[in-house]
């Protein structure tokens, strides 16, 4: 391997790493190359994928910082986790399986689970916090939250979970009440374009344009029935009409006698 693709190698991943420490994960194309040490989460209908840092299990805070992707401080941090941990249970329903992708949850099952996890039914203040905690956890890609559909799917951070984190979140889906089914919203097919008409005869084929252009010229009046009357003539007369020339007088000769 020559040393400029060496060099050229390492510029890439330098260019990548530095992405994602001032953004945070990086959706990209689903071609986009691997980069060293950038762990990538494949959307489902493989539209793009994420690339984000690998953190090594038992990470503290010190290498987090130097990957990059140190905790993120929120407000109301509490809540926050609660809302993430009903989440979890919503759209992790395959517990023997990878959190990534998951399946699309809804609002509707996070305030019913967040109501049940209270022991009480559902309050309009419920909604201020769930909103807000979806909010915070989607800017930190712990979550994907649609606010217009109302309807989120697990972050491409839940990827960097270790098994140890996995299983203490099984057990907190196993105490949280069952989520209602979800209900999504219907994505209306894009239309498409009427194709165009094609004029077919029963007898024949399609007519060519010049005969198309032929038929849709006026035909001429038809000749009126023996015994009919036949148009009445324009009593005006013509502008363009020119009238025959005098013809000269003729002149008279004497016949002698």
């Known amino acids: 391997m020559s040393a400029d693709v060496v060099e050229n190698g390492r510029a890439y991943n330098a260019l990548w790493w530095a992405k994602v420490q001032s953004g945070g994960p990086q959706k990209v194309p689903a071609d986009t190359p691997a980069v060293a040490g950038l762990a990538r989460a494949v959307e489902p209908d493989g539209s793009g994928l994420w690339m984000l840092p690998t953190v090594p299990d ?3 805070h010190g290498v987090l910082e130097e990957l990059g992707a140190p905790p993120v401080a929120v407000e ?12 979890v249970a919503c759209c992790w329903t395959d517990r023997d399986a990878s959190t990534w992708p998951g399946v699309t949850g809804t609002l509707a099952q996070v305030k019913a689970v967040y109501a ?15 909103i807000g905690s979806l909010r915070r956890l989607h800017a930190t890609h712990w979550l994907l939250w649609n606010e217009k559909a109302g309807e989120v799917r697990l972050g491409p951070r839940t990827i960097t979970w270790s098994p140890s ?8 889906c196993r105490v949280l009440p069952d989520p209602p089914p979800a209900v999504l919203v219907a994505r209306a097919p894009e239309p498409t374009p009427d194709p165009l008409p094609v004029a077919a005869s029963a007898d024949g084929p399609a007519p060519s344009s010049d005969q198309a252009a032929a038929s849709a010229l006026p035909s001429p009046a ?7 009357p036949g148009p009445t003539p324009d009593p005006s007369p013509s502008l363009t009409s020119t009238s025959p020339a005098p013809s000269a007088p003729a002149r008279s000769t004497e016949q002698s006698g």
């Open 222 to 228: 038809a000749p009126p029935a023996d015994g009919a």
């Open 116 to 130: 049940g996890m209270r022991g009480r039914a559902e309050q309009s203040s419920d909604l201020t916090l769930i």
């Open 76 to 87: 109301m941090p509490n809540e926050t986790a609660r809302v993430l941990a009903i989440c």
């Open 165 to 172: 984190d996995l299983a203490t979140l099984r057990e907190i």
């Open 58 to 60: 038992g990470a503290g």
